[in-house]
């Protein structure tokens, strides 16, 4: 079933034009992996599905993007709502410089989702074991969370995400600033967050994207060159560019 | 003279340098490498002139006058003279060596002024030929010393350092000869009036002490109701907290507008704007409020039935609020510009508004920097003098009421120490004792407040 539908999206930075005309379907409850050079426009693409470019003064969206066949571009979307539903991990882990528990409340806490302490505590607890996270701060939810690890800063960020049960999670190159056994933790949490999120993820690494997705889209110099089933794309892509990428000849 | 000498010293410094870098360049011609860039042999030739003239000119500035003196007031020596009366003789023979002598001259000061005379005159041809000498010693000794694998970039490093070294010390010695002058005079004036009185006492009316005749005996039981420093001290801190109701709001109201709302055009604009606020002198803003904040209160009060005095509280504090708000502003500007956009983008894709971004994250990860800044805005609100002065009287009043007058600590130095004082009387001694608990209370403030901006610092680093 398809989750997400871009059709014909351009995006300008000013004048500079940085996607021109993608078109891509997302599957639900698949990873589905964008993959290209640096400045391909991948995560401009990403950050599309969440209206995250709207904070950029300068940057102006055109097409259209239907999630739940609901054009997120029309002026009737409500940005607070949608990204209620579409939650976000980004590449450096940026958790909040406050308690872990208050990290994982944000959401909850600004949508009004709690109703009580008890439910709230419910919340952070599932959301922290959602994130094989909670064995290791269970004891320590008051203590501030810049003060964990990279890799639980990030599994902090993605327990920060899945608190609002989002429907999709977007998670730009979130494994960059980590090394492989925190990666490997996060490619494994990937993998059972599927179950119940649509995941698209945008990474560097190719092995990454074979490893933890079902579909792939390959962009190059603001343009979807190709995608469809990571298998079909890995081991027999259509077009030359992806062939070469892949095979690590540019890029 | 010693203009000339002067510029023929920093003359000689520049054809050192030339021919340091000259001697560097033939050396490279002969296919050797250097062990530095040819301008450092340069530099190291300029410092071998200079730092011999600059110890042997300071040398010459502090002995000169002890020894020309003490050669002219030999001839006086044995002869049964008091060191005042000595001085005075010496002063007799400057004077009139200068021309500028009018009372009676007696053939021995004429003797004396002709010696001074000559002294000082051989003691500057002596200057010159003796400075000159080492310049050209020492420039010729150094330059002697280059040669291929001579070591220059070490020496020209070390002074540099030593000159940066000196200047931060002359900033910091400044500071403590600060202390050093308040704190004799403070501990004079405790001789008399005792500290409890002064730190507990409710009367402040220094005026009294004017009328003693400087002939008469001290008696300290004159004193006692006089300097109590609680009104003034109240005052300060009454009139800082109105300063502070008035800045803290709009200064952080417009340094958060500034930093996350204004866009950058109207942010390239209205910053340097408010920083004007901060370069007005203190003055103009005592003008203001006592020329037009303060009788347009007046006006407002009495219109409403209530008691106002033109020169009141409210119209100070409030004007000198006006003054910090680009203190405020500005310094949180920076901090809330500081935090990492990445915090602000974790919250926007989390679906929180613009102020509830600011409310939950921003504003507590920028809070130990907003207090660093208002705490510096502290320190300078009860360091203001001028507006309080114009705007708030001086009687010290010991009082809570905005309406009334009250005076400070800053008000209160410029009332004792304007005109005729007499050194050594409790009432001048009284505004040391003032200056240095002023300095003392800013000091704290200012202490706290670096520590809490450091402490934010570290977080993000």
Known sequence: ?251 | MNLILFTFIVLLGFTSYYFGRKKAYTIQSTKKRLTALPQFYGYYLAIWCAIPAFIIFSLWAIFEPTIVKLLVLSDYSNQGYLDDELNLIYEKTKALSRGQFTGEITPFIEASAEKYLSLRSIAQSSKVVIVLSAIIASVAYAYKRISSNSRTREPVEKFLNAVLFTASLAAILTTVGIVFSLIFQTIDFFKVIPLFDFVFGTHWYPAKAFVRDSSEALDPSMYSDTFGAVPIFAGTFFIAFIAMCVAIPIGLMSGIYLAEYASYKVRQYAKPLIEILAGIPTVVYGFFAALTVGPFLKELGTSMGLEVSAESALAAGGVMGIMIIPFISSLSDDVITSVPQSLRDGSYAMGATKSETIKRVIFPAALPGIVGSILLGVSRAIGETMIVVMASGLAANLTLNPLESTSTITAQIVVILIGDQAFGDPKTQAAFALGMSLFLVTLCLNIVALRVVKKYREKYE
Request: charged share 25%.
């Open chain 1, 1 to 251: 079933m398809i989750k997400i539908k871009a059709k014909d999206v351009d995006v300008f930075y000013g004048k500079k034009q940085a996607l021109f005309n993608i078109s891509l379907d997302i599957e639900e409850n698949q990873v589905t992996a964008l993959i290209g050079p640096s400045g391909c426009g991948k995560s401009t693409f990403l950050r599309c599905l969440n209206r995250m470019n709207d904070v950029i003064d300068i940057c102006s969206v055109k097409g259209e993007i239907l999630i739940n066949d609901f054009n997120i571009n029309d002026k009737s979307c409500d940005v607070v709502r949608l990204r209620e539903k579409i939650g976000m991990v980004f590449q450096k882990p940026n958790p909040f410089p406050k308690t872990l528990y208050e990290n994982v409340s944000y959401g909850p806490t600004i949508h009004g989702i709690a109703q009580s302490k008890q439910e709230m505590d419910e919340i952070v607890e599932t959301s922290l074991k959602k994130a094989a996270l909670w064995e290791e701060v269970k004891d320590r939810l008051h203590e501030p969370g810049t003060g964990l690890s990279g890799g639980q800063q990030q599994r902090l960020c993605i327990a920060r995400a899945i608190s609002v049960r989002p429907e999709v999670i977007l998670m730009d190159e979130p494994c960059s600033a980590l090394d492989p056994i925190a990666t490997a933790q996060i490619e494994e949490l990937i993998d059972e967050l599927k179950k119940e999120h649509t995941i698209i993820i945008v990474t560097h690494s190719m092995a990454q994207a074979a490893r933890v997705s079902q579909n792939t889209g390959f962009f190059h110099l603001g343009q979807l060159i190709e995608h469809g089933s990571t298998d079909k794309i890995f081991k027999n892509p259509d077009n030359k560019k992806t062939q070469d990428y892949i095979t690590g000849r540019f890029g």
